[in-house]
C-alpha cells in the first residue's frame, strides 16, 4: 500500500513537487546544490535532499538524510522517514515515526499514520488521526476520513468528501459526482465506488433498440409463437442507469466529473460521457468516451464503438469494441457477436457470444440461444436460453416460455413467462394475458386483464389495447379510452380504429352532403380513423371512405376505398363500385361488386344480379341472386329470392 496516496502529494513539502514533465538536468543541478548544503549541516537542505532521493527510489541515500534532519527536529523529515521505513516493510517503527511528525503539526503524516490504524482495525484511532489531518486542509487526509465515515455509514461522510474533492482529491470528486448521481436516479443502479462501479448504460444492440440504449427492454415484443428479433438482452439484474435529473445540463454532478476528469479520472470521464451521451452532446460525449479508453477504461471503448456505429462508422466502432472485448468487456464482445450475425458469419458471432460469456455477460447465453433459434437449433437454443434464464436474464425466461409454448409445453412456459415478468419483463407480462385470456374461464380471463394491466403501464401498446377492449365490454367507456389514447400513441391502428369509433359514438349526428358539396372541417374521431387507415387498416379506410363521401369529397372518398378493397377489404370493394356506379362507370363497378360478393358481401351479390338482370344476361343475374341469398343478411336474402323466382319465371316463359 503507498500510505501517502498520490505521488504528487507524497512529501509534506509542496515545493518539492515537481511536473510531470521536469527537467531532469535541472533536478541534477538541484540535487548537488541540496547535497553542498547538507554537508554543511544545513537541516533543511538535509530533508529536502531525503526527500528527493527518497521520491527518486534511492532509498540507501535517502534515509540517512531523513534520520539527520529529523533527528534536528524537522517534521517533514521525520514524515518522509516513515513512508521510506514503511516502503522497507517496517510498518510499526514507519508508525512511530509519522506520529512524531503528527505530534508537530504534519498533516500529511497524520494522514499516513490514520491509514496506518485502519489497516490493522483500529477504527477509533484511524479517525482521530485522519481527522487532524482532514481540518489541517489536507486533501488526502479529508478523502480517508470521509471513506472511514462512508464505511461506517456516518452522516458526516459527505461533507468530508466534498470538502477533499474541493482541495482537488480526484477520487473524491469522482465518488461525489457518484453520490450525486445516485441521488438524481433514486432506486436506480448498482454501486461499487472503490472497486470499480457499475459503468454508464449499456448500449443495446438489436432490431428495437431502446430509446436510452439501456440494457433493459432490448428483446423485441413478442407474442406466443414469434421469438424475439433482439441480439441483446437483458439480464434483469440492473445496471448503472448512468446521469440522471440531479445530473442535468450544467449539473452539479457534471461538474465534479469534469473536475475528475480533467485531473485524469478514467471513470469519471465514462460516467460524463455517459452524461454528455444521454444528453444528446454526442461529440463531447465522444471525446470523454475516447479520453477514458486511451487510458485503458474498456467500457469507454465499448461506448465509443455504440457512438461510432450510430453515425454510421461501423468499422470503427468494430475496432473499439475489439479493444475493450479483449480486455474482458462482454458488452463489447456482444456488440461484435451481433455484428458478425447481421453479416452472416454465425460462427464468429457464435465465438464472441461465447467470449461475452465468458466475461461473466450472460446476454451472451441469451444471445446464443437467439443465434440458435434463428438457425432452426430448437435444442440448443433452448439450452442457452434455460442458461441464461437461471442467471436471471429475464428476457430470456420469456424467450424460452415462447420456444416451451411452441412446441405445446404451456404448463412448462407458465412459470418461465411468470419469472420473467415477476423480474420486469414487459412482454411476458403482456404474453401471460394472452396465455390466461386463451382457457376461456372467468378467473382466466380476470388474471389475464392483471398482466395486461401491469403491461400496459409499463408502456406495452398491444396490452393497453386489450385492457381497454375489456373495459369496453364492461361498460367502462371512459377507461377504456384512455387506454385506447395510450394504444393508439404508441402506434396501434385497431386502437386508433377503437378510438374513433368510441368518439364517433359520441358525437352528434352531421347534416347530410350531396357529392359535391363544400366539405366540412374534420372532426376528432375522423383524424383517428385517418391515421388508422394511414397504417394499413382496412375497416378504418372504409371509414375515412365514407366520412369523405357524407361531405361531398368524391376524389378522397374513391382513394381510401380503392386502397381498402386492394388490401382485401369487401366492403371497401362494394362502396367503390357505389362510387363508379354513381360516376358512370358500371363495368368497373360490376368488377369490384363481384370481389366484393366472391369475398361474401351478400349485397355486392344482389347488385350483381341487378346489374345483369338490367343488360339481359338473365341466367347469370339468377346465378348472383342465388349467391345473395345465402349470403345475406335477412333483408338482403329476402330482395334476392324475389329477384331470382322473377328470373327464374322469365327464364322458363
Not at 466475461?359 to 430448437?378: F, I, P, S, W
Not at 363497378?589 to 369475398?599: S, V
Request: glycine share 12%; charged share 25%; hydrophobic share 45%.
Amino acid at each position: 500500500m503507498d500510505v501517502m496516496g498520490d505521488k504528487a502529494t507524497l512529501l509534506d513539502t509542496g515545493r518539492f513537487v515537481q511536473p510531470p514533465d521536469r527537467d531532469e538536468a535541472g533536478e541534477a543541478v538541484e540535487e548537488a546544490r541540496q547535497r553542498l548544503a547538507a554537508e554543511a549541516g544545513d537541516v533543511e537542505a538535509m530533508s529536502v535532499l531525503g526527500a528527493m532521493l527518497l521520491r527518486r527510489g534511492d532509498l540507501d541515500g535517502a534515509e540517512p538524510q531523513l534520520r539527520a534532519a529529523t533527528a534536528a527536529g524537522d517534521r517533514a523529515a521525520a514524515n518522509n522517514l516513515g513512508v521510506l521505513l514503511h516502503q522497507r516493510g517496517y510498518a510499526e517503527e514507519a508508525a512511530g515515526w509519522w506520529r512524531i511528525a503528527a505530534v508537530a503539526g504534519s498533516a500529511a503524516a497524520a494522514h499516513a499514520l490514520g491509514r496506518h490504524h485502519r489497516e490493522r482495525g483500529d477504527e477509533p484511532a484511524a479517525e482521530y488521526w485522519l481527522r487532524q489531518s482532514a481540518e489541517q486542509g489536507h486533501a488526502l487526509g479529508a478523502y480517508a476520513l470521509a471513506d472511514l465515515l462512508e464505511h461506517r455509514g456516518d452522516a458526516g461522510a459527505p461533507a468530508w468528501m466534498r470538502t477533499a474533492a474541493e482541495h482537488g482529491h480526484r477520487e473524491a470528486a469522482y465518488r461525489l459526482a457518484r453520490a450525486l448521481d445516485r441521488r438524481g436516479n433514486a432506486g436506480g443502479a448498482r454501486e461499487a465506488e472503490s472497486a470499480g462501479d457499475a459503468g454508464p448504460p449499456s448500449p443495446a444492440w438489436g432490431a428495437e433498440q431502446a430509446a436510452a440504449r439501456t440494457a433493459s427492454g432490448t428483446g423485441a415484443r413478442t407474442v406466443p409463437g414469434r421469438v424475439p428479433a433482439a441480439r441483446r438482452g437483458d439480464s434483469g439484474a440492473g445496471t448503472d442507469a448512468g446521469a440522471g435529473p440531479a445530473a442535468g445540463k450544467g449539473g452539479e454532478a457534471e461538474q465534479w466529473y469534469r473536475q475528475a476528469a480533467a485531473r485524469g479520472h478514467r471513470r469519471a470521464a465514462l460516467h460524463l460521457g455517459a452524461l454528455l451521451e444521454k444528453r444528446g452532446e454526442l461529440k463531447e460525449a465522444g471525446r470523454w468516451y475516447l479520453t477514458a479508453a486511451k487510458d485503458g477504461e474498456a467500457r469507454a471503448a465499448c461506448a465509443l464503438g455504440f457512438l461510432l456505429r450510430d453515425a454510421g462508422d461501423t468499422e470503427s466502432a468494430a475496432v473499439w469494441w475489439l479493444r475493450a472485448a479483449q480486455d474482458g468487456d462482454g458488452n463489447a464482445a456482444n456488440a461484435l457477436g451481433a455484428l458478425h450475425a447481421e453479416r452472416g458469419e454465425t460462427q464468429t458471432a457464435e465465438r464472441w457470444y461465447r467470449a461475452a460469456m465468458d466475461a461473466g455477460d450472460v446476454n451472451g447465453a441469451y444471445n446464443l440461444g437467439l443465434l440458435c433459434a434463428e438457425q432452426g437449433r430448437t435444442t440448443q437454443a433452448e439450452q442457452w436460453y434455460r442458461r441464461a434464464a437461471y442467471a436471471g436474464h429475464r428476457e430470456a425466461a420469456n424467450a424460452l416460455a415462447i420456444l416451451l409454448l411452441q412446441v405445446g409445453d404451456a404448463a412448462g412456459a407458465e412459470p418461465w413467462f411468470s419469472k420473467a415478468a415477476e423480474a420486469g419483463s414487459v412482454d411476458a407480462a403482456f404474453n401471460l394475458g394472452i396465455l390466461y385470456s386463451g382457457r376461456g374461464t372467468d378467473d382466466a380471463e380476470a388474471i389475464a386483464l392483471r398482466w395486461y394491466e401491469r403491461a400496459a403501464a409499463a408502456g406495452h401498446t398491444e396490452a393497453a389495447l386489450q385492457v381497454a377492449i375489456a373495459r369496453l365490454r364492461d361498460g367502462d367507456e371512459r377507461a377504456a379510452e384512455r387506454h385506447l389514447r395510450s394504444a393508439a400513441g404508441g402506434g396501434s391502428a385497431e386502437a386508433a380504429y377503437r378510438l374513433a369509433a368510441v368518439l364517433d359514438a359520441r358525437r352528434p349526428p352531421a347534416p347530410e352532403h350531396e357529392l359535391g358539396e363544400p366539405a366540412h372541417e374534420k372532426s376528432e374521431c375522423e383524424e383517428w380513423y385517418e391515421r388508422a387507415a394511414s397504417q394499413g387498416h382496412r375497416r378504418a379506410q372504409v371509414r375515412v371512405g365514407m366520412l369523405a363521401a357524407a361531405r361531398g369529397d368524391v376524389v378522397e372518398a374513391a382513394r381510401w376505398y380503392r386502397e381498402a378493397a386492394e388490401a382485401g377489404s369487401r366492403n371497401g370493394a362494394f362502396n367503390l363500385g357505389l362510387l363508379l356506379a354513381r360516376e358512370g362507370s358500371e363495368p368497373e363497378a360490376a368488377m369490384w361488386w363481384a370481389r366484393a360478393a366472391d369475398a361474401g358481401h351478400g349485397r355486392a351479390a344482389l347488385r350483381l344480379a341487378l346489374v345483369y338482370a338490367r343488360r339481359g344476361e338473365l341466367a347469370e343475374g339468377q346465378r348472383w341472386a342465388d349467391r345473395a341469398v345465402t349470403l345475406g343478411p335477412a333483408e338482403v336474402s329476402e330482395r334476392a329470392a324475389r329477384l331470382r323466382d322473377a328470373l327464374r319465371q322469365e327464364l322458363s316463359a
